[in-house]
């Protein structure tokens, strides 16, 4: 019954911008540190962001720094991830995970809880 779905991903060109969203269901994720982690095709899942429950630490992977940006509403049981100038690198089935359980210390490990089952965001060249 516990669940998070991910959409908004899709086909783009690189240069282009999409808005990646994690809907929670079946308890309330407002004390969970959350997410988002990708995997590209023969690669293993990597960290993307992730962002304290409280909302005020965030953490980006250097390959996304600057260009990518999280938020959560959680009066809506929401995060997201706003990705701007997508690169074909940026090319991944794209995962929102969440924990009540992380703490900043373990926020860009896979060792998350709950798991969406992802989302495919493709960028040409």
């Known amino acids: 019954q516990v669940q998070l779905v991910e959409s908004g991903g899709g086909l783009v060109q690189a240069g282009d911008s999409l808005r990646l969203s994690c809907i929670g269901s079946g308890r309330s994720f407002s004390n969970d540190a959350m997410a988002w982690f990708r995997q590209a095709p023969g690669k293993e899942r990597e960290f993307v962001a992730a962002m304290a429950w409280y909302g005020g630490t965030s953490y980006y992977a250097d390959s996304v720094k600057g260009r990518f940006t999280m938020s959560r509403d959680d009066a809506k049981n929401t995060a997201y991830l706003q990705m701007n100038s ?40």
Request: with cysteine; charged share 20%; hydrophobic share 30%.
């Open 86 to 125: 997508l690169k074909p690198e940026d090319t991944a089935v794209y995962y929102c995970a969440a924990d009540p359980r992380v703490t900043i210390k373990t926020m860009r490990s896979p060792l998350y809880k709950d798991w969406g089952q992802g989302t495919q965001v493709t960028v040409s060249s």
